[in-house]
């Protein structure tokens, strides 16, 4: 399976609390749900795609507490794809502390989470994806496991919470294989990990600086 991760992300790179006021209030977060009045059905359309192709999930047990609490009890999974996806496929939550999840079809992988997971991409089917999980988007970008990145770049500068990146960390090049923008100006930007970010001199032209 190829391993995709997909992303909500504000221009300043901020990641938390995208869908609901008390959504995730750690830190003292005070701007949940900041998405919704830049959401379309361009959008919607495009991420309800992307849930349709999942042939499996993998989550960090922050993100995977979040979706059990909403999305493992919609009474009727049936209700959209995002529901029906997450409630009839199987789900991995990383964690090291988590022993009796309640949603039904997860398996917790630990301790070697990395063999975990390149067991998983061994097998046949299309995609794992990641959903939200930065600590464990950035840990899988850092064991080269991530085939594929979809991020969804909201215009909103948030100022505050939790970003995909943190402020130092270790530098990456990606290719742009997809790019476009909805309605409302959310980014759609889906990269592929090449390795290390190379750097160069850039060659100045006096002649056309005069």
């Not at 005070?30 to 998405?35: A, C, F, V, Y």
């Not at 919607?44 to 989550?59: K, P, S, W």
């Not at 046949?124 to 899988?140: D, F, K």
């Not at 990146?165 to 930007?189: H, M, N, W």
Request: charged share 20%; hydrophobic share 40%.
């Amino acid at each position: 399976m190829k391993l995709t991760t997909t992303t909500f992300v504000s221009v300043d790179g901020v990641m938390q609390g995208i869908g609901r006021p008390d959504e995730d209030r750690s830190g003292g977060f005070e701007l949940g749900g900041w998405t919704t009045p830049l959401w379309d059905n361009e959008a919607g359309t495009y991420i309800n795609e992307v849930y349709g192709r999942a042939d499996a999930f993998l989550f960090g047990r922050r993100t995977y507490e979040i979706f059990a609490g909403s999305w493992g009890v919609v009474p009727d999974p049936g209700i959209n794809p995002i529901a029906t996806a997450l409630n009839t496929r199987p789900k991995y939550v990383a964690s090291t502390t988590l022993t009796d999840p309640q949603w039904a079809d997860t398996t917790v992988l630990s301790p070697d989470v990395a063999a975990a997971v390149g067991e998983l991409k061994a097998k046949p089917g299309g995609e794992l994806q990641v959903h939200g999980s930065g600590a464990l988007i950035r840990w899988l970008l850092d064991n080269d496991l991530v085939d594929e990145i979809n991020l969804l770049i909201f215009p909103a500068v948030v100022g505050q919470g939790t970003r995909l990146f943190p402020d130092t960390g270790p530098d990456r090049a990606l290719e742009l294989v997809e790019s476009r923008a909805t309605p409302k100006g959310v980014t759609i930007q889906v990269y592929r990990p090449t390795g290390r970010l190379q750097v160069g001199t850039a060659a100045v032209d006096l002649k056309h600086m005069q």
